[in-house]
């Protein structure tokens, strides 16, 4: 008997790109056998109610547990309830904000289809396996999905499955996005030329979600971006890796190539601030067609970074951020304030620097209160209302000296 899954990516979220998870679990599974559907209801609901793309990204408790609402959304839940009767599990991408909706609809899905399973996997399953609030009732992917969720389709007695990673990536058959309606999103195409992260910043959360650093060849992603020039008429894409710049010599490697190969694209990436970045790299991007990179700077206080395991000192970020402007290379950098041990000294170095420098950094892209998603921290209350005025502070500044900042990502991680 063929195994059947109807996977959903319930809103609020991110509209820019197709949700990327959901394509690599589609296209897995149905490689393997399996009967597959997906459905991007954040998208779909997007439409259906008009509301502005601010008002459906802003942090807000308020709407996110109402919209879940069956009277308002009757003729999109019932078109879900019919799609979904024949399929045997039911699988959800959680986020922390769609977590609400994502719920709420399981439950109802219960109710009137008692014999479905249930899979829930994404970064709020995570988040809610370390504080042991696991459904046991329920089938849970803690980690990379497209194993783990083959292993329950196929019968695996364990409700939890954690960290069933792939080995080498390059096994994996091109992107396809048909299962999608690309023309929903913008015309930037999103992929991954890794999965993992090797570094140990002590704030963060995202390098838990994978237990090894794996990463395409340069061939591959290069060949997959032709392969996705092609298919969709783009020449944008956005890298989701954690960085792209986790090997140099991966990241010059892959430029030199793309040069060669002329493929006349657009790309954006995360970057980690790096010390033995060089001119020439930066010129090989530049001429690649690199057009913005997202860097997490996060504090400008030695001590602070220090207390992060950042690995870097303010002295290496001005010296990297010149590199980068030298090479014309547009970047925005992250912020986060109020980490625990941060001073007002501490505080201050940080405005300080970017005040100094704003000639040279030419955006903020993100800041936000300090935010302990895994619990790291056993005492205070994160975000602290400490945290929280120190963004205002600096908002304040930001907007006194005329830096360019992304007001959407501001405070945006927190509630």
Not at 120 to 136: S, T, Y
Not at 225 to 238: E, I, P, S
Not at 242 to 261: A, D, P, V
């Given at each position: 008997?063929?195994?059947?899954?109807?996977?959903?990516h319930c809103p609020p979220?991110?509209?820019?790109?197709?949700?990327?998870?959901?394509?690599?679990?589609?296209?897995?599974?149905?490689?393997?056998?399996?009967?597959?559907?997906?459905?991007?209801?954040?998208?779909?609901?997007?439409?259906?109610?008009?509301?502005?793309?601010?008002?459906?990204?802003?942090?807000?408790?308020?709407?996110?547990?109402?919209?879940?609402?069956?009277?308002?959304?009757?003729?999109?839940?019932?078109?879900?309830?019919?799609?979904?009767?024949?399929?045997?599990?039911?699988?959800?991408?959680?986020?922390?904000?769609?977590?609400?909706?994502?719920?709420?609809?399981?439950?109802?899905?219960?109710?009137?289809?008692?014999?479905?399973?249930?899979?829930?996997?994404?970064?709020?399953?995570?988040?809610?396996?370390?504080?042991?609030?696991?459904?046991?009732?329920?089938?849970?992917?803690?980690?990379?999905?497209?194993?783990?969720?083959?292993?329950?389709?196929?019968?695996?007695?364990?409700?939890?499955?954690?960290?069933?990673?792939?080995?080498?990536?390059?096994?994996?058959?091109?992107?396809?996005?048909?299962?999608?309606?690309?023309?929903?999103?913008?015309?930037?195409?999103?992929?991954?030329?890794?999965?993992?992260?090797?570094?140990?910043?002590?704030?963060?959360?995202?390098k838990k979600l994978y237990?090894?650093?794996?990463q395409h060849s340069p061939?591959?992603?290069?060949?997959?971006?032709?392969?996705?020039?092609?298919?969709?008429?783009?020449?944008?894409?956005?890298?989701?890796?954690?960085?792209?710049?986790?090997?140099?010599?991966?990241?010059?490697?892959?430029?030199?190539?793309?040069?060669?190969?002329?493929?006349?694209?657009?790309?954006?990436?995360?970057?980690?601030?790096?010390?033995?970045?060089?001119?020439?790299?930066?010129?090989?991007?530049?001429?690649?067609?690199?057009?913005?990179?997202?860097?997490?700077?996060?504090?400008?206080?030695?001590?602070?970074?220090?207390?992060?395991?950042?690995?870097?000192?303010?002295?290496?970020?001005?010296?990297?951020?010149?590199?980068?402007?030298?090479?014309?290379?547009?970047?925005?950098?992250?912020?986060?304030?109020?980490?625990?041990?941060?001073?007002?000294?501490?505080?201050?170095?940080?405005?300080?620097?970017?005040?100094?420098?704003?000639?040279?950094?030419?955006?903020?892209?993100?800041?936000?209160?300090?935010?302990?998603?895994?619990?790291?921290?056993?005492?205070?209350?994160?975000?602290?209302?400490?945290?929280?005025?120190?963004?205002?502070?600096?908002?304040?500044?930001?907007?006194?000296?005329?830096?360019?900042?992304?007001?959407?990502?501001?405070?945006?991680?927190?509630?």
């Amino acid at each position: 008997m063929e195994k059947s899954i109807y996977i959903l990516h319930c809103p609020p979220s991110w509209l820019k790109t197709a949700p990327l998870s959901l394509v690599y679990l589609e296209n897995y599974l149905r490689n393997n056998g399996a009967i597959v559907k997906v459905k991007d209801m954040n998208a779909e609901f997007f439409r259906y109610m008009k509301v502005q793309p601010k008002g459906w990204l802003a942090l807000n408790n308020n709407f996110e547990e109402n919209l879940f609402d069956e009277k308002s959304s009757s003729v999109l839940l019932e078109n879900l309830y019919h799609e979904i009767k024949d399929y045997e599990y039911i699988g959800f991408s959680l986020l922390n904000r769609n977590s609400s909706f994502s719920f709420k609809l399981a439950q109802k899905i219960r109710e009137m289809f008692p014999s479905k399973k249930l899979i829930f996997g994404g970064p709020q399953a995570l988040f809610l396996d370390h504080q042991n609030k696991l459904d046991r009732n329920s089938f849970w992917v803690i980690g990379e999905g497209e194993y783990a969720t083959a292993k329950i389709i196929n019968g695996a007695a364990e409700k939890i499955q954690r960290f069933k990673e792939l080995e080498n990536l390059d096994e994996l058959p091109f992107l396809d996005f048909s299962c999608l309606e690309v023309k929903n999103y913008s015309n930037s195409m999103p992929l991954l030329s890794s999965r993992g992260c090797k570094f140990n910043c002590n704030f963060c959360s995202e390098k838990k979600l994978y237990n090894k650093f794996r990463q395409h060849s340069p061939e591959y992603v290069l060949d997959l971006m032709k392969y996705l020039a092609d298919k969709h008429k783009t020449n944008t894409f956005v890298f989701c890796d954690s960085m792209i710049n986790t090997s140099n010599q991966w990241l010059g490697e892959f430029c030199k190539k793309l040069i060669q190969r002329r493929l006349k694209v657009k790309w954006e990436a995360q970057m980690r601030v790096d010390a033995a970045f060089n001119a020439e790299l930066g010129r090989l991007m530049k001429e690649s067609g690199c057009y913005n990179l997202f860097i997490g700077l996060e504090s400008a206080s030695s001590t602070t970074l220090k207390n992060m395991n950042k690995g870097f000192n303010p002295e290496i970020a001005l010296g990297f951020f010149k590199k980068l402007k030298e090479a014309d290379l547009h970047f925005e950098i992250s912020l986060i304030f109020g980490y625990p041990g941060e001073t007002s000294a501490d505080f201050s170095e940080t405005l300080d620097f970017v005040v100094k420098n704003k000639k040279i950094i030419p955006k903020i892209a993100q800041a936000n209160p300090f935010v302990d998603y895994m619990g790291n921290f056993s005492r205070g209350t994160f975000p602290s209302a400490e945290a929280r005025k120190k963004v205002k502070l600096f908002l304040r500044a930001v907007e006194t000296e005329k830096i360019k900042y992304t007001k959407s990502f501001i405070n945006n991680l927190a509630y």
